[in-house]
């Protein structure tokens, strides 16, 4: 079972950056797709990026980005251009897998508690 741990979350103004990791226990030594999600208030869970274990990755636009480091087992989404409507809790979740096949949170089986992200104006 693969335990994941965000971090990197805060508050930072509307243009502004941030860049979030999660610590992924048996990462690299065990084949997962690697997701970033996020919730806003009153919204549905939405996908944001995600990387297979070959290192091949996709995001929902070009202000994200999704890497992996295989030697810190850790997983980052880099958050450029930010605004206020990407405020939201980000999670990182995993789905059993060497490849990424779907962006449906349904699908995935494990998931870190969340860091939250707020953009102001």
């Known amino acids: 079972q693969v335990q994941l741990v965000e971090s990197g979350g805060g508050s930072v103004q509307a243009g502004g950056s941030l860049r979030l990791s999660c610590a992924v226990s048996?990462?690299?030594?065990?084949?997962?797709?690697l997701a970033w999600f996020r919730q806003g208030s009153g919204k549905e869970r939405e996908w944001i990026a995600y990387?297979?274990?070959?290192g091949n990755a996709d995001s929902v636009n070009g202000r994200f980005t999704i890497s992996g480091d295989n030697a810190k087992n850790s997983v980052y989404l880099q958050m450029t251009n930010l605004i206020p409507e990407d405020s939201a809790m980000y999670f990182c979740?995993?789905?059993?897998?060497?490849?990424?096949?779907?962006?449906?949170?349904?699908?995935?089986?494990?998931w870190g508690q969340g860091t939250q992200v707020i953009v102001s104006s």
């Open positions: 979740a995993a789905e059993a897998g060497a490849g990424c096949y779907t962006r449906d949170p349904l699908e995935y089986d494990y």
């Open positions: 048996q990462y690299g030594r065990s084949r997962y797709c």
């Open positions: 990387i297979n274990s070959y």
